[in-house]
């Protein structure tokens, strides 16, 4: 646990909710315990940044994804059927 994160129990996060998350909104990270265990940690979401390499994995992975991959011989995109055939 970081110096600058507090722990709550379930039970109080549970019951305060709305203020644990207005501080997680500040920056302030919250530790979560059961039974004296930690369980959770609850901080703010921060979106990730969009670099020029993360940008081209993204597009390489749609054009793959609309292509399909070789599936029964063929490249196509398999079917939720054939997905889940065990």
Do not use: C
């Not at 979560?32 to 390489?60: D, N, W």
């Not at 992975?61 to 079917?79: F, N, S």
């Amino acid at each position: 646990m970081g110096p600058d994160m507090r722990a709550v129990t379930a039970r109080e996060a549970n019951q305060t909710f709305s203020e644990i998350l207005s501080d997680v909104e500040n920056g302030e990270e919250v530790l979560i315990t059961k039974h004296g265990r930690p369980v959770a940690v609850l901080s703010r979401y921060e979106t990730p940044e969009l670099t020029q390499e993360r940008e081209a994995a993204i597009a390489r992975a749609l054009a793959l994804m609309e292509k399909g991959l070789p599936w029964g011989g063929q490249a196509r995109p398999a079917t939720r059927d054939e997905m889940h055939e065990r």
